[in-house]
């Protein structure tokens, strides 16, 4: 491609409202155009990239024996409806009418679709197990559209599904995929990691995600740098022997009066304390001279309806997602400093679990198990219970894991330390069982001549956002530096003198040699300065510079790999052997 008659206009400065660097470089470099909050056009070198990412993406389903196939956009509502999910999804369902007032949502998956159609299509157990995806243009109102495309309104994913007899045909065909998974991102050159996930609005129950690490990533993931352990936060657990011995030592690193020893405290009685004003863990924590860990801290929530209470020690935080995966709901909120006074009949900031004007569900974390002595909220203004043991002050028999990890805390297989990292989620494995097969009576006869519900699996990648996390592992202050399996060309050919004719020659005698041998080449014909040209080349980043100069007479042009910036001097009758070793063609 003539670079001349490239639809490519690059940018010398930083957008400013482009935060992370693959949204700069997207923009910087002609790969993106927004057209409106969170909608981009993409430019012909970034749909050059994109299509290279599906092809790897196409080739690896194919290979995992999954079948190709494209579902409408448009989605009757009355599926999701069926589903119960058109409530559910909530505001970030694109959601439109037709000129006759029927209901329809721009897909932003489509299990309701898939499994509509395997209902229909698929009648024996003979016709099972089936595996599908497709790749396609997805919709989701998002509150916030930042970072370009990693979080946008309308983006490019695939999304695949998996249909079986049973639970064994769904591990399999869910490992087939997770194995699929890795080999994609390990292709696209990335670091990443698979972690256990919760599944959120999707449902089900064994699920991974596949986070990118890069320190622009909205997810926290928790991983054991001694075993395979890794998880998103949001399903993280720790080893209790760790963090019950940390709080054990906070608890005798303390010298309270309010503790004496381990003895004398069991059998104090609960004992109400003036705390003036003193409504945070903190707060309490100096006032009283205890150590947070001997705090348990109530926090009143609204799940679908109904307010549950749950009790964590003073120094963790409740993760509203294990508590909402506990109680089977569907939405869950934390109570407002209105809904404590007048629904619970409490103070904020003083907030217990003991002497509410009536009973509320408690949920308490495992973590305080073993507590002997606590201090707790006294639902009073400016005032809170000392020594409250569970069992007797508090109504607790069962406990729950319903905290977040955070650093220190044990791994949940081999004790070892747990370490954070972020992360950009760009793919998501769903062991779905029958949660929608049910729902939308996708049944099939076995050999018995029995109805059984098929088995399903999901399994989905966002292109879009792959493409922009590639981006991000692969730049540097200079540009973008693309692995070459994605990169929009393989060669930046750079002739640095369009009115030079012995450069034009060697210019235009490589372009044609390298793409008949399969080398794809954007060739800078332009009339510019060669410091305009430079620039531009390590903005766009292909993975090898070859630049026509003052030697071009010599038939000697000088070749750089971009990502090394290691540069050698090739005759340009060995110019082709030593491209197609560098970016790793076939002779």
Same mark, same amino acid.
């Given at each position: 491609?003539?670079?001349?008659?490239?639809?490519?206009?690059?940018?010398?400065?930083?957008?400013?409202?482009?935060?992370?660097?693959? +949204?700069?470089?997207?923009?910087?470099?002609?790969?993106?155009?927004?057209?409106?909050?969170?909608?981009?056009?993409?430019?012909?070198?970034?749909?050059?990239?994109?299509?290279?990412?599906?092809?790897?993406?196409?080739?690896?389903?194919?290979?995992?024996?999954?079948?190709?196939?494209?579902?409408?956009?448009?989605?009757?509502? #009355?599926?999701?409806?069926?589903?119960?999910?058109?409530?559910?999804?909530?505001?970030?369902?694109?959601?439109?009418?037709?000129?006759?007032?029927?209901?329809?949502?721009?897909?932003?998956?489509?299990?309701?679709?898939?499994?509509?159609?395997?209902?229909?299509?698929?009648?024996?157990?003979?016709?099972?197990?089936?595996?599908?995806?497709?790749?396609?243009?997805?919709?989701?109102?998002?509150?916030?559209?930042?970072?370009?495309?990693?979080?946008?309104?309308?983006?490019?994913?695939?999304?695949?599904?998996?249909?079986?007899?049973?639970?064994?045909?769904?591990?399999?065909?869910?490992?087939?995929?997770?194995?699929?998974?890795?080999?994609?991102?390990?292709?696209?050159?990335?670091?990443?990691?698979?972690?256990?996930?919760?599944?959120?609005?999707?449902? =089900?129950?064994?699920?991974?995600?596949?986070?990118?690490?890069? $320190?622009?990533?909205?997810?926290?993931?928790?991983?054991?740098?001694?075993?395979?352990? /890794?998880?998103?936060?949001?399903?993280?657990?720790?080893?209790?022997?760790?963090?019950? /011995?940390? =709080?054990?030592?906070?608890?005798?690193?303390?010298?309270?009066?309010?503790?004496?020893?381990?003895?004398?405290?069991?059998?104090?009685?609960?004992?109400?304390?003036?705390?003036?004003?003193?409504?945070? !863990?903190?707060?309490?924590?100096?006032?009283?001279?205890?150590?947070?860990?001997?705090?348990?801290?109530?926090?009143?929530?609204?799940?679908?309806?109904?307010?549950?209470?749950?009790?964590?020690?003073?120094? +963790?935080?409740?993760?509203?997602?294990?508590?909402?995966?506990?109680?089977?709901?569907?939405?869950?909120?934390?109570?407002?400093?209105?809904?404590?006074?007048?629904?619970?009949?409490?103070?904020?900031?003083?907030?217990?679990?003991?002497?509410?004007?009536?009973?509320?569900?408690?949920?308490?974390?495992?973590?305080?198990?073993?507590?002997?002595?606590?201090?707790?909220?006294?639902?009073?203004?400016?005032?809170?219970?000392? +020594?409250?043991?569970?069992?007797?002050?508090? /109504?607790?028999?069962?406990?729950?894991?319903?905290?977040?990890?955070?650093?220190?805390?044990?791994?949940?297989?081999?004790?070892?330390?747990?370490?954070?990292?972020?992360?950009?989620?760009?793919?998501?494995?769903?062991?779905?069982?029958?949660?929608?097969?049910?729902?939308?009576?996708?049944?099939?006869?076995?050999?018995?001549?029995?109805?059984?519900?098929?088995?399903?699996?999901?399994?989905?990648?966002?292109?879009?956002?792959?493409?922009?996390?590639?981006?991000?592992?692969?730049?540097?202050?200079?540009?973008?530096?693309?692995?070459?399996?994605?990169?929009?060309?393989?060669?930046?050919?750079?002739?640095?003198?369009?009115? $030079?004719?012995?450069?034009?020659?060697?210019?235009?005698?490589?372009?044609?040699?390298?793409?008949?041998?399969?080398? #794809?080449?954007?060739?800078?014909?332009?009339?510019?300065?060669?410091?305009?040209?430079?620039?531009?080349?390590?903005?766009? =980043?292909?993975?090898?510079?070859?630049?026509?100069?003052?030697?071009?007479?010599?038939? !000697?042009?000088?070749?750089?790999?971009?990502?090394?910036?290691?540069?050698? #001097?090739?005759?340009?009758?060995?110019?082709?052997?030593?491209?197609?070793?560098?970016?790793?063609?076939?002779?």
């Amino acid at each position: 491609m003539r670079q001349s008659t490239m639809l490519l206009n690059t940018l010398r400065d930083v957008p400013a409202d482009a935060e992370a660097a693959s +949204h700069q470089l997207m923009l910087r470099a002609g790969l993106i155009k927004p057209l409106a909050s969170g909608v981009y056009t993409f430019l012909p070198l970034g749909i050059r990239a994109l299509r290279k990412l599906e092809g790897i993406v196409r080739e690896e389903m194919n290979r995992a024996g999954a079948q190709e196939m494209l579902m409408p956009a448009m989605q009757p509502a #009355e599926l999701w409806e069926q589903s119960g999910r058109w409530d559910v999804y909530g505001p970030e369902l694109m959601r439109l009418t037709d000129r006759g007032g029927r209901a329809f949502a721009l897909g932003p998956t489509h299990e309701e679709v898939i499994t509509s159609l395997l209902a229909s299509e698929v009648t024996s157990y003979k016709q099972l197990p089936v595996t599908v995806y497709q790749i396609q243009t997805k919709y989701r109102d998002e509150r916030r559209p930042r970072f370009g495309v990693l979080r946008s309104r309308e983006f490019v994913m695939k999304d695949g599904y998996s249909f079986d007899r049973d639970q064994e045909g769904l591990d399999r065909n869910y490992q087939a995929m997770y194995n699929a998974y890795h080999t994609i991102l390990n292709r696209c050159a990335l670091n990443f990691r698979a972690v256990e996930a919760d599944s959120g609005a999707i449902g =089900g129950t064994g699920t991974h995600e596949f986070m990118v690490l890069a $320190d622009i990533g909205e997810d926290t993931i928790a991983y054991c740098p001694q075993c395979d352990y /890794a998880a998103n936060v949001e399903k993280a657990e720790a080893a209790g022997n760790r963090a019950a /011995a940390q =709080g054990d030592a906070q608890l005798n690193g303390m010298t309270a009066d309010v503790r004496a020893d381990a003895d004398s405290v069991v059998n104090l009685d609960m004992t109400m304390v003036s705390t003036p004003g003193m409504k945070t !863990v903190e707060e309490v924590s100096r006032y009283l001279e205890v150590a947070p860990s001997q705090i348990a801290k109530t926090i009143a929530c609204r799940a679908d309806g109904q307010i549950v209470l749950a009790l964590v020690r003073g120094d +963790h935080q409740l993760n509203e997602i294990k508590l909402k995966n506990l109680l089977g709901a569907e939405v869950i909120e934390l109570l407002d400093e209105a809904g404590v006074r007048q629904e619970l009949g409490s103070v904020p900031g003083f907030l217990g679990p003991s002497g509410l004007k009536q009973t509320f569900p408690l949920f308490v974390d495992q973590s305080l198990r073993n507590a002997a002595s606590l201090v707790i909220g006294a639902n009073q203004e400016d005032a809170h219970y000392l +020594h409250a043991r569970l069992g007797r002050d508090i /109504a607790a028999e069962e406990f729950y894991d319903l905290r977040m990890v955070q650093p220190g805390d044990g791994c949940p297989r081999c004790a070892e330390a747990l370490q954070f990292t972020k992360g950009i989620e760009v793919g998501h494995v769903f062991k779905l069982g029958t949660k929608y097969s049910e729902q939308l009576n996708a049944t099939y006869v076995d050999e018995n001549g029995r109805e059984q519900l098929m088995i399903m699996g999901c399994y989905g990648i966002g292109v879009s956002r792959l493409l922009a996390a590639i981006i991000e592992q692969h730049h540097d202050e200079r540009g973008i530096a693309w692995p070459v399996v994605v990169a929009p060309f393989h060669v930046h050919l750079l002739q640095l003198n369009a009115k $030079d004719e012995q450069q034009s020659a060697v210019a235009e005698e490589l372009y044609t040699a390298l793409m008949k041998k399969g080398v #794809e080449v954007l060739w800078d014909d332009r009339k510019e300065r060669a410091g305009v040209k430079f620039n531009d080349a390590d903005l766009l =980043g292909m993975p090898i510079r070859i630049t026509v100069g003052k030697r071009a007479g010599e038939r !000697v042009v000088e070749c750089t790999i971009r990502k090394s910036g290691e540069t050698a #001097e090739v005759l340009v009758d060995q110019l082709e052997n030593w491209v197609q070793k560098v970016i790793g063609l076939g002779g």
